[in-house]
Structures are given as structure tokens and as C-alpha cells.
């Protein structure tokens, strides 16, 4: 069997990855999976994370947020709203925002959308995590 | 007969005319090359998206009926044309086909009710002029147009449709054949038609199918119309490309000949100052 896969990480705008990996973490709604070659095929939502993949015995970090991937045999399609590098984020601006979101969410004013503050709180953190393996 | 320098007037001018259209034409090729370079850019995620939609919808046929809002088929009584011009003119007859295009679709369309939205200033600006109905109106960024403009299409049209208050939508736009040719294409985005599908294979799903058709169908769409947005923006800088150099082109003849004619008028002017010196000399002697 063979000991990579292809990697596909597309966004609407752009397409970020194509390439044989060795493995993938994908960050889903409900938890991080490990995506090894051979995996068996599946369909999935991808929540707010830090994807993980390893291309040459490295591992590389980006940050997504909400999508699908889809596993069948030596290929695997990740189709996601947004997504960034490691080598791409802004570290700085990264942790401003994840201040913001904390603070949004510490002091609550009237009228605040908690499941938005949340989400943008995630993908603070998720951008962070991302930048900070770099 | 003009005066000489009356001539020279007009060759200044159209002097001036062509060197904007010149410069419109240069500006008008990198921006070109900018909108394709989106339009590919943009097409992995489409092509996955719709393998992606295919193998899911047939998942959820295995386990239940396939019924999704997006997907009911209904007798179109009531349909709303999205229609995709520029915001600006000069693009030789891009804007107009479309619109003659859009007048037809109406004509054909006369027994049910048909509403528009238009994307772009010209086709707004000309079926507000005849009363059209317009039900959204979208302007501002044909040029280059960003995902979340296609989202925002997408966004009333989808709620109407799901809740049953249109039975579908087209889309009408110019797509990029090639620098030289635009094609007009009209297409049904609502209800989705799902793609034809690839070789069967179980998948594991962590969601159910149907949940997971809830946010593929409304991403489908969204998809189309970014697409179209994206081919009619690098259509748009194409045609406008091909009449600026056809303008730039016809200024050139156009000072050719002026100046050939104004050489004549010279020409003949000396030629009568001579006669009426020599003319005048004969009547001295």
C-alpha cells in the first residue's frame, strides 16, 4: 500500500494544497480526526481548527474554519470557507483579536450574539494555534 | 470648405480620443489577465464541490427519499431572472446582448411572473427605465466581484425559494470564451440539479447525509453564481479590451485621412495664391 495520499485544500477562492501527504489531521465538528493512507471513505463537516499535515516528514499548519471533507481511497478533497498558512498569519494581529473576542465574551454587553462571539473566539484561537507552530 | 484650421482642430481632438482609448484598452488588458487568473483559481474548489454533492446526495438516497427545499421541483409560475451586466459602459456590445437577451427571456416567459435581479449598474439602470420588476438590485463590484458578493445573491434567493415564494431561479450572464467572443449563457440554478454521480462507495459519515445536503445545496448555489460572477467580470474586461482597440484602430484611420484631407485644402490654397499672383502679374503686363 502506498505510504502517502493526495491532499486537496481548496477554498472558494482559491486552491491552497494539492500534494502527497503522509497524514492529515482534519479538525471536524466534533473533534480532530487522523487521516492515515488507507483510511476508509468518508464524508464529513469540518468545524473551526488547525489542520494539520505532514508533506516530507514535516508537519504543516493551517488555520480553517467550517466546511467538508471527503476520504475516498489515495485521495482526500477538504473543501473549506477559509483558510490560512501558518507562514501567512499575522501573530500579532492574531492574538489582538483573540483579546476581543475574550473580552466580547468576559463583559457582555446587551445585545450580543454569544454563538458568533464564540465562533470568532474559535477562530482566534484556531489562527493562533496555526501561527504559533510555524 | 473648412478652414485649415479647423481641420487641425478636430485632428488634435481625435488625437486625444485615442490616446484614451489607448490607455482604456491597456488598463483593461491587466485586468483581464487578473480576472482570469480568479476564474482558475476559483475552479478546483467548484469541481470538488460538485463530486462532493454528488456522492453525498447518493448517500442520502440509499437511506431515505431525497427531499431538500433546494431540490423540490415545482411548476414555474413564479421565477426570478438574475441577470449579470457591467456597471459600466464602453465594452462594446457586452451590455446590450445581455439585456436583449434579458428582454427576450421576459418575452418568453410573458404567461408567469417573472422577476429580476439585477447585478451591475447598466441592466438595473435600463429595466428600471422600462418598469421591470426588480425585486434586488446589486451594484458596485462586477469588476471584482469577492465570494461574498455571490453569497450575497444567494442569501434572499435561496430563503424565497425554500420557502416557496419563487419555483426557480436562472442566471443570465456572458461567459469568457475567449478575448474576442463572449458567450451568453442562461442557466437554472434552483431547484439544484444534482450532478451526475461517480462510482458507488459506502462512506462512514460523522453527520447524517441529509445534514450534511443541508449546507452543500445553499454552498452549490453559492458556488454558481460566484462562477458567474467571475466569468462575466473577465468577459466584461475582454469585450471592453476588443472595442477599445477597434476604437484606437479607428481613430488611427481617421487621422490618416483628416490629414490627408487637410494637405489637399492646403494644397489647393496655394495653388489659388499662385494663380492670383500670376493672374495679377498678367494684368500688369
Given at each position: 500500500m ?16 494539492r ?13 480532530y480526526?487522523?487521516?492515515?493512507p488507507?483510511?476508509a471513505?468518508?464524508?464529513a463537516q ?5 489542520l ?5 516528514g514535516r508537519?504543516?499548519?493551517?488555520a480553517?474554519?467550517g466546511?467538508?471533507v471527503?476520504?475516498l481511497g ?5 473543501l ?20 476581543r ?7 457582555p ?8 462571539a464564540?465562533?470568532?473566539l474559535?477562530?482566534a484561537?484556531a489562527?493562533l ?6 | 470648405m473648412?478652414?485649415?484650421i479647423d481641420?487641425?482642430?478636430r485632428?488634435?481632438s481625435v488625437?486625444?480620443t ?5 490607455a482604456?484598452k491597456?488598463v ?6 487578473r ?6 483559481a476559483?475552479r ?5 464541490l460538485?463530486r462532493?454533492?454528488?456522492?453525498v446526495?447518493?448517500s442520502?438516497?440509499s437511506?431515505e427519499r ?6 423540490a421541483e ?6 426570478q ?5 457591467a456597471?459600466?459602459?464602453?465594452a462594446g456590445a457586452?451590455n ?5 437577451a434579458a428582454q427576450?427571456?421576459?418575452e ?5 411572473r ?5 447585478v451591475g449598474?447598466k ?7 422600462r ?16 465570494y461574498?458578493?455571490a453569497?450575497?445573491i444567494?442569501?434572499r434567493?435561496?430563503e ?6 419563487i419555483?426557480?431561479?436562472y ?9 474576442l ?5 442562461v442557466?437554472k ?6 450532478p ?11 453527520q447524517?447525509?441529509?445534514?450534511l ?7 452549490y ?7 458567474a460572477?467571475?466569468?462575466s ?9 476588443t ?8 481613430a488611427?484611420e ?6 490627408l484631407?487637410m ?14 499672383v500670376v ?7
Amino acid at each position: 500500500m502506498a505510504d502517502t495520499f493526495l491532499l486537496e485544500v481548496a477554498t472558494p477562492d482559491r486552491l491552497l494544497v494539492r500534494e502527497q501527504v503522509g497524514g492529515a489531521d482534519i479538525p471536524l465538528t466534533n473533534g480532530y480526526i487522523g487521516v492515515l493512507p488507507g483510511h476508509a471513505p468518508l464524508l464529513a463537516q469540518i468545524g473551526t481548527g488547525n489542520l494539520v499535515y505532514t508533506s516530507q516528514g514535516r508537519p504543516r499548519h493551517m488555520a480553517v474554519d467550517g466546511g467538508w471533507v471527503e476520504v475516498l481511497g489515495d485521495h482526500v478533497r477538504v473543501l473549506v470557507n477559509t483558510a490560512e498558512r501558518a507562514d501567512e498569519i499575522d501573530l500579532a494581529r492574531a492574538e489582538e483579536s483573540l483579546k476581543r473576542a475574550r473580552d466580547r465574551l468576559t463583559n457582555p454587553q446587551a445585545g450580543l450574539d454569544v454563538a458568533r462571539a464564540l465562533n470568532a473566539l474559535k477562530r482566534a484561537q484556531a489562527r493562533l494555534d496555526a501561527a504559533k507552530q510555524k | 470648405m473648412p478652414s485649415l484650421i479647423d481641420i487641425r482642430r478636430r485632428i488634435r481632438s481625435v488625437k486625444s480620443t485615442q490616446q484614451i482609448t489607448r490607455a482604456m484598452k491597456l488598463v483593461s488588458s491587466a485586468k483581464l489577465r487578473r480576472a482570469q487568473d480568479r476564474v482558475l483559481a476559483a475552479r478546483p474548489y467548484a469541481g470538488m464541490l460538485s463530486r462532493l454533492l454528488a456522492d453525498v446526495a447518493r448517500s442520502a438516497k440509499s437511506d431515505e427519499r431525497l427531499v431538500h427545499p433546494l431540490l423540490a421541483e415545482r411548476p414555474e409560475e413564479r421565477i426570478q431572472l438574475i441577470l449579470l451586466t457591467a456597471d459600466r459602459g464602453l465594452a462594446g456590445a457586452f451590455n446590450s446582448n445581455l439585456i436583449k437577451a434579458a428582454q427576450k427571456f421576459l418575452e418568453d416567459h410573458a404567461a408567469r411572473r417573472v422577476e429580476m435581479v439585477t447585478v451591475g449598474r447598466k441592466g438595473r439602470d435600463f429595466f428600471r427605465k422600462r418598469g421591470a420588476a426588480i425585486s434586488e438590485e446589486h451594484v458596485g463590484f462586477t469588476e471584482k466581484a469577492a465570494y461574498s458578493d455571490a453569497v450575497a445573491i444567494a442569501g434572499r434567493v435561496i430563503e424565497r425559494f425554500a420557502a416557496a415564494g419563487i419555483d426557480a431561479v436562472y442566471l443570465l450572464y456572458n461567459e469568457f470564451k475567449s478575448i474576442l467572443a463572449q458567450r451568453l449563457v442562461v442557466t437554472k440554478i434552483l431547484p439544484v440539479t444534482v450532478p451526475p454521480e461517480a462510482a458507488a462507495c459506502d462512506y462512514i459519515c460523522e453527520q447524517p447525509p441529509a445534514d450534511l445536503l443541508n449546507g452543500l445545496l445553499p454552498r452549490y448555489v453559492e458556488i454558481a453564481i460566484h462562477h458567474a460572477l467571475l466569468e462575466s467580470g473577465a468577459a466584461q474586461q475582454a469585450a471592453r479590451m476588443t472595442a477599445m482597440d477597434a476604437a484606437t484602430t479607428n481613430a488611427a484611420e481617421m487621422i490618416d485621412r483628416l490629414t490627408l484631407y487637410m494637405n489637399r485644402v492646403r494644397q489647393a490654397s496655394i495653388t489659388k495664391e499662385i494663380i492670383e499672383v500670376v493672374s495679377g502679374a498678367a494684368g500688369v503686363e
